[in-house]
């Protein structure tokens, strides 16, 4: 079993920036890709970014790119999410997610994670 906690959300003006970050208990992530995605009200689970297991690959959604990135370190099993440039639009709750050992395609998908955290509220105000 892995556990996921994310911390790092709040309450930011447009423009702003915000480190989100995401640690790890139980098994060690370090052969796992990791991922982060949001949710708005009202919208469906979306993927933000994703980062293979030795940071050899790491994708962005197109409307995070430039703005967000992705980082791991995996001697402290942690994930983390620089978020720069904030919008209004970005206003989500922030999930950080485990995919299966030994994936790494398909990260975009939320059917390739195995374990979520509970999620921290991102707030841009404008």
């Known amino acids: 079993q892995v556990q996921l906690v994310e911390s790092g959300g709040g309450l930011v003006q447009a423009g702003g920036s915000l480190r989100l970050s995401c640690t790890t208990s139980g098994r060690t992530i370090s052969s796992s890709a990791m991922g982060w995605f949001r949710q708005a009200p009202g919208k469906e689970r979306e993927f933000v970014a994703a980062?293979?297991?030795?940071?050899?690959?790491?994708y962005y959604a197109d409307f995070v790119k430039g703005r967000f990135t992705i980082s791991r370190d995996n001697a402290k099993n942690a994930v983390y999410l620089q978020m720069n440039s904030l919008k209004p639009e970005d206003t989500a709750v922030y999930y950080c997610?485990?995919?299966?050992?030994?994936?790494?395609?398909?990260?975009?998908?939320?059917?390739?994670?195995?374990?979520w955290g509970q999620g921290t509220q991102v707030t841009v105000s404008l």
């Open positions: 997610a485990a995919a299966r050992v030994g994936a790494s395609f398909s990260l975009s998908l939320v059917s390739t994670y195995d374990y």
């Open positions: 980062i293979n297991w030795d940071s050899a690959g790491i």
